[in-house]
């Protein structure tokens, strides 16, 4: 089984995640941001840099992809692909990083790994305010993170929302975090359980009623 943890930037994606390892025993999968050999120069020049980078990343998660699908094991990922195109890679296309053509081709090689790849059993995203953001990444004091502007985190949220609503076609759960601690709170995280053990015994009754429809 494949489960993703998606979410905005300081909205508790991992460690959320390293919290089901421990409690479900799942295998982690963490996204390896700092190995991109694309990310300094990105940050010098977006302009020309930017289909590099974002290509790179693509051929690393859909690898990800690739070999959670031969896995035996229930694998939990921290943040997904999809993320990566429909939120991430089309920010910096509208920021004008990236061209129209670059774009398009960067969509056209993502549409023909999809044909090969498949969703996650589920996708669990974590929604939470600018604010709530803004907390948490100044809580944990990344130095990288700490001059990100309020209109990119809010235009982030903005695509995020977009994403759920209107482009994932795969099975999600939404869990708004502004007033839930799971860190901290045992209650707030025996909650996270409960909606994600319903989830997955949901999962399976979907999966018996299929089998059993197939002689």
Known sequence: MHIVIAGNIGSGKTTLTNMLVRHYGWEPRLESVQYNPYLDDYYKDMKRWSLNLEVY??????????????????????????????????????????????????????????????????????????????????RRGRDYEQNMQLDYLKNLNARYEDFINNKYTGRVLTIDVDDKDFLYSREDFAGVIKQIDAQLADIQQVDRSLFSHHP
Not at 63 to 73: C, P, T
């Open 57 to 138: 990343f693509l051929k690393e998660r859909f690898r990800d992809l690739l070999d959670i699908a031969q896995s035996e094991k229930t694998i939990i990922q921290d943040r997904s692909i999809f993320e990566g195109v429909y939120i991430f890679t089309a920010n910096n296309f509208d920021m004008g990083n990236m061209s129209q053509r670059d774009f398009e081709t960067y969509m056209g090689l993502f549409e023909s790994m999809m044909m090969i790849a498949r969703q996650p059993d589920l996708m669990v995203y974590l929604r939470a305010s600018v604010p709530h953001l803004v907390d948490h990444i100044q």
